[in-house]
């Protein structure tokens, strides 16, 4: 529910709905000067003033169902992205659209009825939403949209449509019976369902266009995650295999080691051994942590901070601010590279973002709770929009010009360690990513 209140979809589509049902309020006759034209009409046997009068009245009708209608539609959007549950881009329509019409007869002394025509929208639209199976720019969906709802309103002015429930509203009615007093009801049925086709058809067309075209690029974008994913296995390969090799040298190194000990007592040569046996130690873990993911072992943050510290940030003049808790004793059962690796993806993500912006500043937060610790990378840089950071975790995707893994190798890496990463950002604002981990005596 709370995913459902922080949509913006959501929102703007109950500003849409409340424009709709506000809009035949504002656009009566009297105001449009509708009922000075009919009047004309009467008077005089005009074809022009007849024409002009149907062409208002269906662009009433556009105007006041432009909203209703594409209020539906972000509301089913917003809902089925919210909830993850896709039903309710057509649910919501079915649900939605009726009830609009039930208040727009309450606050206007009109009679916008619910007829054959609203009912073919109502279900064309249901319809179309249904077959959007990618997400489709809202921006292209009221061009859709606005031309259908045009086009179709001009069946209620098609007089031999009206025993079949079209055009049942008062302004086309009158619309009607003036063309029939004039003599131009068959000319009026024929520029109605002339324009009607028309437009229908271009919808229609560009709605499947963009259909398609959005089938084609997540295709694409599939396609280019399977090379990523093919590139990143290949070079993981070659990488592993340099690893494994080093295992080669590092046992001769100690066992070099071994005979000097041996052959020269002398206390400073031994501790000088032992200084050696360390780093080879440590060289020998970190080369087993490369080769094998699962392969892990104890750490105290403090020691994973100052190596993270240390891998990014020696050696440059980068600067990145270290916070941590009062209490850095706490222990992780980790894989040290990979999530130094993690991190060191995020902080660069940060300082790319702080880039050229004054004052711009990169803070990487320890946090220990009672059961987990935090490790959280903030930045006061230019921000990500909320349509980037749905898509910021697949990989392949990335809001810089090149693609890359995103977050995705992030992600993955927490979860790996029974942990789970999340972001928080405001454009202009900046943007809070942290990893939540278990400690040591929780796993």
Known sequence: MRRVIKSPKVWIGIGLFLLGVLIPYWLKPQLIGLDQLLQTMHQKTDGSALMVNAFLVVSINTMISIPQFLSVVMLGDGMAEAINRPIFKTLIPLIVVPLAYVIVNGVTPLNYSFSATDIFLWLSIALMQNFSRQEINIGMKLIVFSQLIFGVAWLNQVPFLSPYGFGQGSLSIKIKEAAAQIGFDHV???????????????????????????????ISQDLLRAQLEANESRAGREVLHLVHDLKTPLATIEGLVSLIESRWPDPKMQEYCQTIYGSINSMSTMVSEILYEDRKNWCELKELVDYIRASRLSGTNLSVDIEMDEEPQSTLYINKIRLTRAIINLIDNALDAIQGRENGRVVLRAKTSENAVKLEVEDNGYGISESDVKRIWKTGYSTKNHP?????????????????????????????VW?????????
Do not use: C, D
């Open 404 to 432: 890359g893994f995103g977050l995705a190798f992030v992600r993955q890496v927490a979860e790996g360690h029974e942990g789970f990463v999340n972001i928080r950002s405001e454009v202009g604002q900046g943007t809070k």
């Open 435 to 443: 990893i939540t981990l278990p400690l040591g005596e929780g796993q």
């Open 188 to 218: 009026l049925a024929l520029y109605a369902n002339v324009l009607f086709f028309i437009f229908v058809a271009s919808a229609v067309t560009l709605w499947i266009y963009l259909i398609l075209y959005m089938e084609k690029w997540a």
